[in-house]
């Protein structure tokens, strides 16, 4: 149903780990068209800019889609991390304001966002090594069993992660 494409934001997620990224960036922005506030949104819209073809970090950082009302922690600084304008720090401080993830599902959950985007934003600037570290924390001591927690134990098996 052609009517339903833009909100297939989970198609462009595939297309990513399909390596089908100009696809994947333009999933992404007719999802923009139905979801303003969506930080996910554009940092996965970031993440295939940068592997489309003529795609760099900068280019993708200065076509970022803005966001200003995406609510959820760690959220506006992971967007702030993508646009260069944040740090790691703070989206790890941000996750922690939730509390003790071993004692609060929040918790937990803010901590799986915070790693699974801290080990893309690595993968995407070319830092294997740090990607790994973050993908295990957000997939096995932060694992949930919700679509973006499947997101981050997918990631950690494509990308050889234990």
């Known amino acids: ?56 970090v900068e280019s993708a950082r200065e076509n970022l889609i803005p966001i200003t009302g995406d609510t959820r922690v760690p959220m506006k600084e992971v967007h702030d991390l993508f646009a260069g304008t944040g740090s790691i720090e703070a989206v790890l401080a941000a996750a922690a304001k939730e509390g003790d993830p071993a004692q609060s599902e929040d918790a937990k959950n803010a901590f799986l966002y915070a790693h699974l985007y801290l080990g893309i934003y690595y993968e995407a600037i070319g830092n294997a090594d740090l990607m790994k570290e973050h993908i295990a924390k957000a997939a096995g001591e932060y694992q949930l069993e919700h679509y973006m927690g499947k997101v981050a134990q997918v990631h950690a098996k494509l990308r050889g992660v234990e």
């Open 1 to 56: 149903n052609p009517k339903l494409d833009p909100y297939l934001w989970q198609r462009g997620i595939t297309l990513y780990y399909a390596d089908k990224f100009q696809e994947g960036k333009e999933q992404f922005e007719r999802h923009q068209t139905v979801n303003t506030q969506d930080v996910e949104n554009a940092v996965w819209h970031f993440l295939c800019a940068v592997r489309a073809p003529n795609g760099s």
